[in-house]
Nanobody
């Protein structure tokens, strides 16, 4: 099992920054991702990172503004979010999967482990 605990959400203004953290415990995983879900919308992929190597992947709307990173020693994945916009408002979830593949997949169903979510609200 992998347990994930997110932190770092909050209420900010347009243009501000936030850093989300996802602390993992239990067994190691091969890929971690950040997803978000706004009210009335489906959960969507935001960014993903392989636990080894340098591979990352971002959804188009956050490229150049968000950066996903990891600290293997701390078993923690981060999402640095800069230049936040009101449309970034959502509950953000950390997810992980254990598999032989390190391909950073986007469908939520490909991830087995999920955190409880943290709210990010960006006011205009």
């Amino acid at each position: 099992q992998v347990q994930l605990v997110e932190s770092g959400g909050g209420l900010v203004q347009t243009g501000d920054s936030l850093r989300l953290s996802c602390a993992a415990s239990g067994r190691t995983f091969s890929v971690a991702g950040w997803f978000r879900q706004a009210p009335g919308k489906e959960r969507e992929f935001v960014a993903g990172i392989a636990w080894s190597g340098t591979a990352t992947n971002y959804t188009e709307s956050v490229k150049g503004r968000f950066t996903i990173s990891r600290d293997n020693a701390k078993n923690t994945v981060y999402l640095q979010m800069n230049s936040l916009k009101p449309e970034d408002t959502a509950v953000y979830y950390c997810a992980a999967r254990r598999s032989l593949s390190v391909v950073i997949s986007r469908p939520p169903a490909t991830y087995s482990y999920w955190g409880q979510g943290t709210q990010v609200t960006v006011s205009s």
